[in-house]
């Protein structure tokens, strides 16, 4: 039951960009505080708090341009080379397209 609310916490919490107890990348949606240097780089060598430092360095996007659909696989193979389960890694890509990164302009 513990782990079912902790799941349901996450799920809620991944898309609320904004909300300071969880801060997600706009780009994969990775919690900010899990990103080992804190954010990405922006080009002047400062520090991006809206991207993570795995998806954002030296102000370009690691990768270059993709679509959505082609990063949600990318992210989908690391979360399971990773050892996430394949159920956690759809779950925690789905929803990718609400991001800023994605989202129709």
């Not at 904004?18 to 804190?38: H, T």
């Not at 959505?68 to 159920?87: H, P």
Request: glycine share 12%; with cysteine; net charge positive.
């Amino acid at each position: 039951m513990a782990k079912t609310i902790l799941y349901k916490q996450l799920f809620i919490g991944l898309f609320k960009t904004g909300s300071k107890a969880m801060q997600m990348c706009q780009s994969c949606g990775m919690p900010m505080n899990k990103d080992p240097k804190g954010g990405g780089t922006n080009a002047d060598g400062g520090k991006n708090v809206k991207y993570c430092s795995y998806c954002y360095q030296n102000g370009a996007f690691v990768g270059g341009e993709t679509t959505v659909e082609e990063f949600q696989e990318f992210c989908r193979k690391k979360m399971l080379e990773n050892g996430t389960s394949k159920f956690f890694a759809w779950l925690f890509t789905r929803g990718m397209k609400r991001l800023e990164r994605w989202k129709k302009k």
